[in-house]
């Protein structure tokens, strides 16, 4: 059967008190709406339709890219009618799944399932059962165990109220029944609100049949009004992912201390130490150590390389065998091969660190080509910026850069060439010589240290 899917996204979010868009509040680093759609894709549906309202264009301009159709409900009075609003894009001949963009967690087994009781005489609405379902729409059944209507708390009786299956809102419906019901919806309730809910009686009325499928757990249907529900969804989703990447064999000091942003693909005996941040697209190869308070963003760490503490590891590529840290940092478009040494207080930047390479303490390289096998001593900076452009340094197999090098681009540092510590080199060094660029020490005979005034 062909699908439509609808995701409601028109709410403003007060509770949030937030000038951004309830669905754009970040969760795992990205929109919520990014997971709901994420989910959405996978179900492979003819179109998505997105009902937003309060925040829309920034809400359009942050999501730019989804393959996704945007539907405006100007005015916002109810769920039904927003989802009415995304109907003339809907063929009759549609299953339309109905998702909110502030339920981020639900999962694609979960939705399938809901879809297989969807049909021209069946419709299918996803349940939960709660210990306290307080505030909660109740799913009453009949004695065969179907569903028969939804009551809501403030309508509900005794008996009602102890029910503990609760209506989660996300419905799988055909489109052709439910262009009829909303059409028929009244707004005569306290909010003045047409209600979705209220077509499961219209359902149960034209002799339709509401199958309730059950979520496996609460926590992959629970909405974000505010910033609790948020670090909760928060948590729930950090566990989550750090429980796939221990089942894959990674080793975590502490699984409560990590945060995983992304997609984390992984080699064997894998170890992170705590309060890792993983973010987009990291790749961890064999045998790779992460060590405390590191940030890894889209990129890939090949196998027996060690990252020391606090390093942060941004859209570079780093080689087997190498050891970063403590306190580096790798920045977009930097590649290092095997066996290379980056240390404490480095920066690389868009630079490529030949095998066997070193520069192991209180360095800069940018918009560099470092050879095989050469040692970068200590305070060296590749000076590539002149205030308009940005210019290269290469630097040669085996050269040795002294400490306190200042190498000024554009420059060509020879194979196995030696800067002398201290230089400012402005010229190409030759290979295989020692080039120094000092000015000429002076003692000053007769100086005398400024004093400061006694105070009065």
């Known amino acids: 059967?062909?699908?439509?899917?609808?995701?409601?996204?028109?709410?403003?979010?007060?509770?949030m008190k937030s000038d951004l868009p309830k669905v754009l509040q970040p969760l795992a680093g990205r929109p919520i709406l990014s997971h709901v759609l994420d989910t959405a894709k996978q179900l492979q549906a003819d179109g998505i339709h997105v009902v937003y309202g309060h925040g829309g264009e920034q809400v359009q301009k942050a999501l730019a890219a989804e393959p996704v159709n945007w539907v405006l409900q100007a005015e916002q009075l109810g769920t039904g009618h927003a989802v009415a609003q995304a109907m003339p894009a809907i063929p009759d001949d549609h299953d339309v799944l109905i998702l909110y963009g502030d339920v981020p967690l639900v999962r694609q087994p979960t939705l399938q399932t809901l879809l297989k009781q969807c049909n021209p005489k069946a419709m299918g609405v996803l349940t939960v059962v709660l210990a306290d379902p307080t505030g909660y729409g109740r799913v009453v059944r009949d004695n065969a165990g179907n569903v028969v209507r939804i009551v809501e708390q403030k309508d509900a009786n005794t008996k009602e109220r102890a029910i503990g299956e609760i209506n989660t809102g996300l419905m799988a419906v055909p489109a052709a029944s439910l262009r009829k019901w909303l059409a028929e919806l009244k707004n005569d309730n306290a909010q003045g609100e047409y209600y979705l809910t209220d077509i499961i009686v219209m359902a149960v009325r034209s002799g339709m049949k509401v199958n309730a499928v059950v979520a496996p757990t609460e926590m992959e249907v629970l909405g974000v009004n505010d910033k609790v529900q948020l670090a909760q969804l928060e948590g729930a989703l950090r566990a989550e992912r750090a429980r796939e990447l221990m089942i894959n064999g990674v080793t975590l000091a502490d699984p409560a201390r990590i945060d995983i942003r992304g997609k984390v693909t992984v080699g064997r005996d894998v170890f992170i130490d705590v309060n890792a941040v993983l973010v987009g697209d990291v790749e961890l190869g064999d045998r790779v150590r992460i060590g405390p308070n590191c940030y890894l963003r889209d990129c890939r760490v090949e196998a027996d390389t060690e990252i020391h503490p606090n390093c942060v590891v941004d859209r570079a590529v780093i080689g087997p065998r190498n050891v970063i840290g403590p306190f580096a940092r790798l920045r977009p478009e930097s590649v290092l091969h095997g066996d290379v040494h980056i240390g404490n207080f480095v920066e690389v930047k868009k630079s490529e660190i030949g095998q066997g390479s070193k520069a192991n303490h209180l360095t800069y390289l940018g918009d560099a080509t470092v050879g095989r096998n050469v040692n970068v001593g200590a305070g060296t900076v590749t000076v590539n910026y002149d205030g308009v452009n940005k210019h290269r340094t290469e630097i040669g197999d085996g050269a040795f850069v002294g400490s306190g090098s200042m190498?000024?681009?554009?420059?060509?540092?020879?194979?196995?060439?030696?800067?002398?510590?201290?230089?400012?080199?402005?010229?190409?060094?030759?290979?295989?010589?020692?080039?120094?660029?000092?000015?000429?020490?002076?003692?000053?005979?007769?100086?005398?240290?400024?004093?400061?005034?006694?105070?009065?």
């Open 1 to 15: 059967m062909p699908l439509s899917i609808v995701i409601l996204a028109a709410g403003q979010g007060k509770r």
């Open 407 to 456: 190498l000024v681009a554009p420059l060509k540092i020879g194979a196995n060439a030696n800067t002398g510590a201290g230089s400012t080199i402005t010229k190409d060094a030759p290979e295989g010589k020692l080039t120094l660029a000092r000015a000429r020490q002076v003692t000053i005979d007769g100086w005398k240290r400024p004093q400061k005034k006694p105070k009065e």
